[in-house]
């Protein structure tokens, strides 16, 4: 290979393991001679020389959910850009014992780092007491002294939910929760009280969820009385933050099943962003994670500890993205509302090209924006 491409052979290891001290012409020879000769290289044989497998292993469990499903893909893509392979180990609970086997696993097949993705209970706590001989990354377990980590800054995507809702006139705001054990609705929760504190409202008894729709549709029926019980009152049910998109889905048919207009009775913003938030019935004010940023920071972090760097890492900020789902409080008119708030809820990027940014298909109303 060396003689096709006219180099030496030191150029050429060069060029196959990433190195960035080659001219762009000759590591573009190189790349060609590799193409035309359908070299592969030999990681085992690559292992034993350097020292590196040029793997990382992600620990993570709760697949099947929207979030850690879209961070595992923000971890894969990022990790790939970087020339490494994702290695996954899903668990089947969340136990410290768990965690620990799938991470002596990971050592013991020579992984170069470890990247652990769990927001629940034990496996969280277990991190800050694993000893191993290599990076150990936590993903969206929040800032922690005792372990490196990156996250997305689940308060503050709850504050500007709420802050939105109150924005709008709204004397306070509901609260339809995730499960007790999840740092993610723990999180979201801290940060739609805290908001409603320093506003100075009323904050609402919690409604319990577990992530799916059918804990939305059950929290939205406990609405649904909650806002008939009030009607008319300084305590009316006008708005509700909903902790992930899912349950939101339940709460808008059980409102819907109910007789309740949404926004007209009841503003609703949910969480996370997926795809399928532009064609709820109306169109889901929502906040919107970057799991991709989240990914590459993730992957950041990772390298900068394989080359013995110090790196924090700064919390992935999430977006509040505004659709139909939301309104003034009844009664009250965006005439009421400052002219900063009136600009963001009508003045958007769909409504200057009159399509949703998840496609072709148009928004219902015409308007979605981002409040950051």
């Not at 990971?106 to 277990?126: I, N």
């Not at 694993?130 to 922690?144: C, H, M």
């Not at 490196?148 to 709850?158: K, Y």
């Not at 169109?283 to 919107?288: A, Q, Y």
């Amino acid at each position: 290979m060396a003689a096709r491409a006219g180099v030496s052979h030191q150029t050429v290891s060069r060029v196959v393991n990433g190195h960035p001290n080659v001219a762009p012409s000759t590591r573009e020879r190189v790349q060609q001679a590799i193409a035309e000769l359908g070299y592969r290289p030999n990681t085992a044989a690559r292992a034993l020389v350097t020292g590196s497998t040029r793997t990382l292993g992600l620990v993570t469990s709760h697949i099947n959910q929207y979030g850690p499903a879209q961070t595992l893909l923000g971890l894969e893509k990022a990790a790939r850009a970087a020339g490494y392979s994702l290695s996954v180990a899903i668990l089947d609970d969340d136990s410290e014992i768990a965690m620990r086997e799938a991470v002596d696993r990971f050592v013991g097949q020579s992984v170069d780092a470890v990247v652990a993705l769990s927001t629940y209970g034990q496996a969280v706590d277990a991190l800050r007491r694993f000893d191993v001989p290599v990076p150990l990354i936590a993903v969206q377990v929040g800032r922690d002294d005792a372990r490196p980590t990156v996250w997305v800054d689940q308060e503050a995507g709850a504050a500007l939910a709420t802050r939105h809702l109150l924005d709008l006139g709204h004397r306070t705001v509901h609260h339809v929760t995730g499960p007790g054990d999840s740092l993610e609705a723990r999180g979201r929760r801290i940060g739609w009280r805290r908001e409603l504190e320093a506003a100075g409202a009323p904050v609402p008894e919690v409604l319990g969820g577990n992530w799916w729709p059918s804990s939305g549709y059950a929290a939205g029926l406990e609405l649904a009385a909650r806002a008939r019980a009030t009607r008319g009152t300084a305590d009316e049910v006008t708005a509700v933050f909903v902790a992930n998109d899912q349950m939101a889905l339940g709460v808008l048919n059980a409102l819907c099943e109910e007789g309740l207009s949404v926004p007209g009775d009841i503003s609703v913003v949910g969480f996370d962003d997926v795809p399928e938030c532009p064609y709820y019935r109306p169109p889901l004010t929502t906040v919107r994670q970057d799991f991709a940023e989240l990914g590459r920071r993730g992957v950041q972090l990772v390298l900068a500890r394989l080359r013995g760097e110090e790196l924090e890492a700064d919390p992935v900020l999430p977006e509040l993205v505004v659709r139909a789902s939301t309104g003034p409080s009844p009664g009250r008119s965006t005439s009421g509302l400052t002219e900063p708030m009136l600009a963001l809820t009508i003045t958007t990027r769909a409504a200057s090209r009159g399509r949703s940014d998840r496609g072709d298909a148009p928004i219902t109303d015409g308007r979605e924006g981002t409040l950051t």
